[in-house]
């Protein structure tokens, strides 16, 4: 017997629970070799359905490690997205910007289930 499956972002789109995040993609090129300076020219933006909901401090330091900023978000989106959130260098929504958060020990904060993604993206706190 086949157990039937429900497609959860078919069901939140109907709805009009998921929202619009603009993800913005990065080359950089060096200006000056021997100054090491740099400079971020960003692509245009791809869009990116998801349900986003605000996380409290408190919430995000139980269930996730170091150091969290302010201001948090956690989206649900669909899997085909991972790879785009983790090489983004800038996630717009409501004109705000925000970063995948990533730590250098254990890596993004993520959490992977079977057919969608648990993303905490943390605020910028320069605007570039």
């Known amino acids: 017997m086949s157990e039937k499956r429900v497609d ?6 109907n709805e009009g629970k998921l929202e619009t995040l603009y993800v913005y993609a990065a080359k950089e090129t060096q ?43 956690e989206i649900i989106c669909e899997k085909k997205y991972l790879t785009l959130l983790k090489t983004a260098d800038k996630i717009i929504y409501k004109d705000e910007n925000f970063k995948c958060m990533k730590d ?25």
């Open 104 to 128: 250098d020990a254990k890596g993004f904060a993520i959490l992977e289930r079977s057919d969608y993604v648990v993303v905490i993206l943390a605020k910028k706190v320069n605007n570039d």
């Open 31 to 73: 200006d000056d070799p021997y100054e090491k300076t740099s400079t971020k020219t960003y692509l245009n933006p791809l869009p990116v359905k998801a349900l986003v909901r605000q996380v409290s401090p408190e919430s995000v330091y139980w269930k996730y490690y170091g150091i969290i900023p302010l201001r948090s978000l």
């Open 8 to 13: 959860i972002f078919n069901l939140l789109k």
